[in-house]
């Protein structure tokens, strides 16, 4: 014969198995009631977001589930023994914390739910429970977004970036969202806000596309919430990329037109006697038929011979239409080589270059007599430039700096007296004073100016379509050309 079941036994075990969250296996008693909510009775939701909260009252122990109402909702019949929430309402759900007096539940506001006010209902014993608003009401709407970060704050047109903050959109409706900016499109005088591309969204990361034309200036959202919070103030800065292949000036270059390499370099002696002829084209583009400038002499105290006084170094000829006394380019060399564009020039390499002499002065005449005593070959020179630019807007092109070096093997001829050259002033001045001419006439205004107006004319060539830009940054390209980094950034 079987034992009957203790009466306290059946009800500890239903108590434990609601606890638990299961069903409940028993009609209660007497309706749950809820008195009070922690953190607070009256809570605002902002969708995409969640909350836990605590009911505190009486009778839970038979509370089997719970859902979110809106306000307005017809009460359930007395024949309905299940929850009839709505897929796309606010979510509602029982926690692992209860006892007969308090009761915790999670409240999950999904991006599809209605606006609007939300009451609770209970389920227990297969019965609804309305909890009345005063207890609990829940207003559940979007919230304003609110951008924090972009990263990164600079990028090349057509880049991807991400902005971060809070409630930026949906992810299954990124439509509802939009992410502007400014753009001013060739031909507008005027700027104008538009919706970039969206690549990618989340409530707190929204990737987007740098539009063409984009201005410097902050990233702003709108969501059904309506326009952002406006701040933090974070002005992104897009950038216009474009560069200067290193081939640009020759000839299957885009300035090989130019024939820059046609042009010639000869130095002779006296004052304004040595010259650089540019190209036909060169003219033809603005610049002079020739330059003019002028190769000193070295002169320089010394008791070298009884009666001398000093001893001089000239170039050996003064008629600059003849190879025998001038020094003359062979062949010129224009390249652009990162931050600065490349002027190479060798010279031919026959006869006798420059001569050093040696004065006398008679003692009653004071005439003076200037003897020759050293024939001095210059082979091989090699003289290379280069010409850092600054690029002040698209029509300001300036001349940052220009670097000279030279390479040469001297031979000498002596006239009077073994002297050797290879390790001596005499060798440093011609270094020197090479240098110094090719750099002085590369910085002289009228070639300066001419110069740099073809390379401003090529910048607003390959910056055609943009903006207007008011930086311009260089630095080297991948290719060994020059790159240039254009911003409509303020200037500072």
Request: net charge neutral; proline share 8%; aromatic share 8%.
């Amino acid at each position: 014969m079987q034992k009957p079941v203790p009466v306290l036994l059946v009800a500890f075990t239903s108590a434990v198995l609601l606890g638990a969250g299961l069903p409940a296996i028993a009609q209660p008693k007497s309706p749950p009631v809820v008195q009070s909510v922690l953190p607070a009775s009256n809570l605002g939701l902002s969708k995409g977001d969640s909350k836990i909260l605590t009911l505190q009252g009486s009778n839970f122990i038979y509370v089997s589930s719970v859902e979110m109402i809106l306000e307005g909702t017809p009460a359930v019949p007395k024949a309905v023994t299940s929850p009839l929430r709505a897929p796309s309402g606010l979510k509602a759900s029982l926690m692992g914390n209860r006892t007969p007096t308090s009761l915790g539940i999670l409240l999950e506001a999904p991006f599809t739910a209605p606006d609007g006010i939300y009451l609770l209902r209970l389920w227990a014993g297969g019965e609804a429970f309305d909890v009345p608003r005063e207890v609990l009401r829940v207003a559940v709407a979007w919230a304003r977004a609110q951008i924090l970060d972009c990263v990164p704050r600079q990028a090349e047109v057509g880049a991807i970036i991400t902005l971060k903050g809070k409630y930026l959109g949906d992810p299954a409706r990124p439509s509802l969202s939009r992410f502007l900016t400014v753009v001013r499109p060739p031909g507008e005088f005027a700027s104008r806000r538009i919706a970039a591309e969206i690549v990618a969204l989340s409530p707190k990361e929204a990737q987007v596309r740098v539009p063409d034309s984009a201005l410097y200036a902050s990233w702003t959202a709108e969501t059904p919430a309506g326009p952002d919070w406006g701040f933090p103030s974070l002005p992104f800065d897009p950038l216009y990329v474009r560069s200067f292949p290193p081939n640009l000036f020759q000839p299957d270059g885009t300035l090989g037109s130019v024939r820059f390499y046609e042009s010639q370099f000869i130095f002779a002696d006296g004052i304004d006697n040595s010259v650089f002829l540019p190209s036909s084209a060169m003219r033809g583009l603005g610049f002079q038929d020739r330059y003019v400038f002028s190769f000193p002499v070295y002169e320089k105290p010394v008791n070298l011979i009884v009666g001398s006084t000093k001893y001089r170094v000239r170039l050996n000829g003064s008629n600059r239409s003849t190879g025998a006394e001038s020094l003359r380019s062979t062949s010129l060399g224009l390249t652009v080589a990162g931050t600065a564009i490349t002027v190479d020039i060798a010279f031919e390499s026959e006869g006798v270059e420059f001569v050093a002499e040696y004065e006398t002065q008679d003692v009653f005449s004071k005439k003076i007599t200037w003897h020759k005593f050293l024939n001095i070959n210059i082979d091989n020179l090699a003289l290379s430039a280069s010409m850092t630019p600054q690029f002040i807007s698209l029509q300001d092109v300036r001349m940052l700096s220009v670097t000279v070096s030279s390479s040469f093997t001297p031979g000498f001829v002596v006239l009077d007296q073994n002297i050797s050259v290879d390790n001596s002033p005499i060798k440093d001045f011609i270094k020197t004073e090479l240098e110094k001419s090719l750099s002085t006439y590369l910085l002289s205004d009228a070639f300066r100016t001419s110069f740099l107006a073809i390379l401003s004319r090529q910048l607003q060539t390959v910056f055609g379509g943009c903006p207007r830009l008011n930086v311009i940054d260089v630095s080297a390209a991948d290719d060994g050309g020059m790159r240039l980094t254009g911003s409509t950034r303020p200037v500072r």
